[in-house]
């Protein structure tokens, strides 16, 4: 009998668990920001202090080329608006980055998939 009634603690224990890490998966919320970075010191300003943009950050990641910052956050505990105040408090202007069929402002030889011209990754040749 002790037996049976420590295998359902178990199991109860373990749908518990199962419960709970689906439910932060669902909390978790990714972010790319165009930001005005130049250079190789921006970046590591930026990791160097992650905790600056606020609670529940589970990634960060800075691409200088494309002058974006991705983060990956915990829905709950920050929003973009407080990601956006901390890279403020590093002197890293930013905004998330929306998809938009707008075209890139650099070139009228390019499409663009972002309402501004720093991603250029996602500008390719328009096809005539």
């Not at 002197?91 to 501004?116: D, G, L």
Request: glycine share 4%; aromatic share 2%; charged share 25%.
């Amino acid at each position: 009998m002790k037996k049976l009634v420590l295998f359902a603690l178990i199991l109860t224990l373990g749908l518990a668990l199962g419960t709970a890490k689906d439910k932060k998966a669902e909390n978790v919320k990714t972010t790319v920001f165009a930001a005005d970075i130049h250079c190789e010191n921006c970046s590591i300003k930026i990791m160097d202090n992650v905790p600056a943009l606020g609670k529940g950050i589970k990634d960060v990641v800075v691409n200088v080329e494309e002058k974006t910052v991705t983060v990956t956050y915990d829905s709950q505990k920050n929003n973009d608006d407080k990601i956006i105040k901390g890279l403020k408090s590093l002197n890293v202007n930013a905004e998330p980055i929306t998809a938009s069929p707008t075209c890139c402002p650099v070139s009228s030889k390019q499409e663009c998939c972002a309402p501004t011209d720093t991603v250029k990754a996602c500008c390719q040749p328009k096809t005539e």
